[in-house]
C-alpha cells in the first residue's frame, strides 16, 4: 500500500535499486576481497558504500578517483556495446528509442548520479539529431543537457559532482579539436595514445580549480594514471558484464581489479605524487578560468603555418 503511494517513477527506481542489490550480491558470490567488491560495485553499479578511506586516498593521489564514478565513459561503453547489436540501418527510429530506454535504464541502475544523467541526457539528444540527419555540436548539447537538469532540479547546480563532469566535458569539446587539429600522429596506436593524452589534459584543465577549491588537492601523474586505467577500467566493465552471465570469467576479472589496484598504489607512492594544501578562494577559482579561456582564443589564433601537416610523425 506504501508503495502505490509513491508516484509511477518512483516505484520504477525503487525496481531499479533492488535489481541493483540483487546484482550486488552475485559480486559477493564472486568471493571478491573487500578492495576488489568495492572497485567493482562503485564502477559498475555506482554503488560506493563500501569503499575505504585507503582505498580512497589512493585513488585521489593518483588521480584515478573519476574512474570510480559511473559517467559518460561507462555510459559511452553501453552504448557502444547496444549498438553493435544493429543490423543496418533499417528502422532506425526504432532503433535510437530502444537505445535511449537502454542508456536510461542503465542510469537509473546506477542511481541517477549527475554525471551519468548529464551522458544519458547528451546521448538521448544526439540520438534525436541524428535521426535527423543534421549535425549536432557537441557543446550545444552539453548546453542543453544542463538546462534539462537544472530545469527539473536548480539545486543540481550546487552538486559537486555536477560541477566536476560538466566543467570536465566542457572543456574536452572545447580544447579537444583545438589540439587535435595543430598535432596528430599519423600512427593508430600512437594516435590512440595521444588520444587519451589530450582527453587527461583537458578534463584536468576543466576540473583542476575545482578539485583544488573543493579537496584541496591535485594529482601529479594524472598523465600515467589515465594511460593505463582507461584501458583497465574498459576491461573491467566488459568482463563484469561476461562475469554475471558466465560466473566462470569472474576470475581473470579479479585479478585485473587487483592489478590495477597495485599499479595504482605504486603510482601513489612515488615521490610529490600529489600536491595537497591548496585552499583557493572563489575569486581565484574564477581567474584560473578566465586565464584557461584566455589560452582557448589565443590556441584559435595560433599561426596557420603550423598546421597538422608540419607537425605529423
Known sequence: KALRRLARWQRER?????KRHALLQKYHEMNAAEE????????TLGDKSGQVKELRDTYSVSGASHILAISGLHVGIVYMLLTWFMLGRRRFWLLQVVLVVAIWAFAMLTGLSASVTRAATMISIYAVFSGRGGRSSGLNILCFAAIVMLVADASTLF???FQLSFAAVFAILLFMPLLQSMYQPQNVV?????NIILVSICAQVGTAPLVAYYFGRLPVYFLLTNLLVIPAATAIFFGSLLSLLFPVASAALLWVVRLMNGVLRLIASLPGAAIDGLHPTVVQVALVYVFFLLCYFILRLWPRNLTRNSLTW
Not at 14 to 18: A, G, M, R, V
Not at 36 to 43: D, N
Not at 190 to 194: A, C, F, H, K, T
Open 14 to 18: 525503487l525496481w531499479f535499486l533492488y
Open 36 to 43: 576488489e567488491y568495492s572497485v567493482l560495485a562503485a564502477m
Open 159 to 161: 552538486d559537486i559532482s
Open 190 to 194: 600512437l594516435r590512440w595514445g595521444w
